[in-house]
């Protein structure tokens, strides 16, 4: 979708959201894109970018007492006058935000032992570089793991130890970032657990306002969050999940190498996928 308005400075199309610049504020439109491997899928997932937007609005305005965040409001009538002729296609995906330096890190944290880092503890028996012993998959860990990857705008985000995004961000407010995404963590792994999802890992990123730490991006999602139901889980394979994992192993599965263009997906892979996003959403408005 485009929106072209005067109050617009310019405008960016990621993977799934589109970004438009008002000045000092930013308007975050959430798509029915589906990305996976960053590879963007030819097939939209009717009404997820809705289900993206409401989730982390909710989460922005329940954790805002642990760290400041870039939201503002979803509030179409609350937006700029201007946009308001847009409301057909913003309503119910879209939020204002501030507009804040991204820092250039993506903040994971694992309290599972899943994704990337199981691949790492299979080949090496470490996790973020650090030995382990006596560990299988999705086995829960003893404390949440602080994991820190590149944020690449081409090609796939890689891990890096914690010393490394040192390197890349002040030790101060790397140190920060770190204590905030564990709280953060364990906020929404206790909110989801009472809903009979855990939450195995997700994802965070933050930029800075006026020398501030926020929370930017979107937060505890089925596309930045890895979410198991909790009736069904288990150890030693990759459990029941509510994220994006289905979309994941299906592709695996048919044998997609993972390289541009996806492959399309069929109706009921589709249904099935909006059918877990909506599990997520409906434990935040029952």
């Known amino acids: 979708m485009q929106i072209k308005s005067p109050i617009i400075q310019t405008q960016y199309s990621g993977k799934v959201r589109d970004i438009y610049d008002l000045g000092d504020n930013l308007l975050i439109v959430s798509s029915d894109r589906l990305s996976a491997f960053d590879v963007v899928f ?8 809705k289900i993206l937007n409401k989730i982390s609005s909710f989460f922005f305005q329940k954790t805002s007492y642990i760290v400041k965040n870039h939201f503002i409001t979803d509030n179409i009538d609350e937006m700029p006058q201007e946009l308001h002729k847009f409301k057909h296609v913003l309503h119910e995906r879209s939020m204002l935000v501030k507009k804040a330096k ?8 694992r309290g599972y032992l899943a994704g990337s880092a199981w691949l790492e503890y299979e080949n090496n028996k470490t996790i973020n570089g650090i030995v382990y012993k006596n560990l299988v998959q999705s086995q829960k860990l003893d404390e949440p793991i602080f994991m820190p990857s590149t944020k690449s705008q081409n090609g796939h985000d890689e891990n890096i130890s914690f010393q490394a995004m040192c390197e890349i961000v002040d ?3 790397a140190n920060k970032i770190k204590n905030i995404s564990i709280e953060l963590y364990k906020f929404a792994y206790d909110f989801y657990l009472k809903n009979d999802i855990i939450l195995a890992d997700t994802k965070f990123e933050f930029g800075l306002l006026n020398n501030e730490i926020y929370l930017i991006d979107e937060i505890f999602t089925p596309d930045s969050s890895r979410l198991w139901c909790k009736n069904s889980y288990k150890t ?5 999940s509510y994220d994006k994992q289905y979309i994941r192993d ?6 997609w190498d993972k ?5 399309r997906l069929p109706v009921d892979i589709i249904n099935k996928t909006i059918e877990k996003y909506m599990s997520v959403l409906d434990i935040m408005h029952p």
């Open 236 to 240: 030693g394979c990759s459990p029941f």
């Open 42 to 49: 030819p097939d939209e997932i009717k009404d997820k970018g």
């Open 250 to 255: 299906y592709v695996t599965e048919i044998g």
């Open 259 to 263: 390289s541009p263009p996806a492959p």
């Open 102 to 109: 991204p820092i250039l890190i993506e903040c994971i944290v």
């Open 171 to 173: 030790n101060a407010i």
